[in-house]
């Protein structure tokens, strides 16, 4: 697998498409980061990280939906930069997604985080993903 970012993402995107509750995906570290930014923004419902499944481990995410008209809280995930072209903002060109209502998930030298984190921090780095 060359981009396990951006299957990661289409796990969940496949997920959410097929009204799933739960999904399970292969764990990283940086997936690990990823799901917690998630959880932090109130994207994903809870998540548990599972070391002794497989030889990787495993990240179990609980989906968010509305109780009332069973939509997604995650709309829409991109995959910005990838293995074939990397995406690099500086800490003065940071990317607002939809006008600031969505967020961008950044790899930073002070580690993953959104694009208003970084901003806060003025600090730059590769955009992963973008979330809405």
């Given at each position: 697998m060359t981009d396990p970012i951006a299957d990661y993402l289409t796990r969940l995107r496949n997920a959410i498409r097929a009204n799933h509750r739960i999904v399970e995906v292969p764990s990283?570290?940086?997936?690990?980061?990823?799901t917690k930014v998630l959880h932090d923004k109130g994207?994903?419902?809870?998540?548990?990280f599972d070391d002794n499944a497989g030889p990787q481990?495993?990240?179990?995410?609980?989906?968010?939906?509305?109780?009332?008209t069973k939509t997604p809280a995650i709309q829409q995930l991109e995959r910005i930069s990838r293995p074939g072209l990397r995406k690099y903002?500086?800490?003065?060109?940071?990317?607002?997604v939809l006008n600031g209502l969505g967020i961008a998930i950044m790899s930073t030298s002070k580690g993953i985080m959104t694009d208003k984190e970084a901003r806060s921090q003025h600090i730059g780095g590769e955009v992963l993903c973008y979330v809405y």
């Open positions: 990283s570290k940086i997936k690990k980061e990823i994207y994903i419902r809870n998540f548990k481990g495993t990240i179990k995410v609980a989906l968010k939906y509305n109780p009332e903002a500086g800490a003065e060109a940071l990317p607002r």
